[in-house]
Nanobody, 126 residues
Framework: VQVVESGGGSVQVGGSLTLSCTVS????????MGWFRQAPGKEREKVAL?????DTVYADSVKDRFTISKLANTLYLQMSSLKSEDTATYYC???????????????????????WGQGTQVTVSS
């Protein structure tokens, strides 16, 4: 399974950005995929996950501002009302071994994902 993110960049506070993640080599119809981010000096955190059946979960810090979606083999993260604290490297993750979110989207964490992209930088400045 190959995972490739794109769409990162620099944006001003209050702006919008959409990240894309193209997944290839994934053969399950079911899926558990999502976005994580890591800021310098901080741990990687879950941003948003989606599981087949359209179950989704968002970090409290991004609720009502970010939207995760999937179309064919591409995962998206639409980000709006961006804040400086959203600055981070964003990673797309796929649970490729089982195609499910272990314990459900709410309980799944970074350790449950086995396929990762290289990351895309998002910088939000005032």
């Amino acid at each position: 399974v190959q995972v490739v993110e794109s769409g990162g960049g620099s944006v001003q506070v209050g702006g919008s950005l959409t990240l894309s993640c193209t997944v290839s080599g994934y053969t399950y119809k079911r899926y558990c995929m999502g976005w994580f981010r890591q800021a310098p000096g901080k741990e990687r955190e879950k941003v948003a996950l989606v599981e087949s059946g359209s179950d989704t979960v968002y970090a409290d810090s991004v609720k009502d501002r970010f939207t995760i979606s999937k179309l064919a083999n591409t995962l998206y993260l639409q980000m709006s009302s961006l804040k400086s604290e959203d600055t981070a490297t964003y990673y797309c993750a796929v649970q490729a071994a089982w195609g499910i979110c272990i314990g459900g989207v709410s309980r799944a964490n970074a350790d449950d994902f086995d396929s990762w992209g290289q990351g895309t930088q998002v910088t939000v400045s005032s």
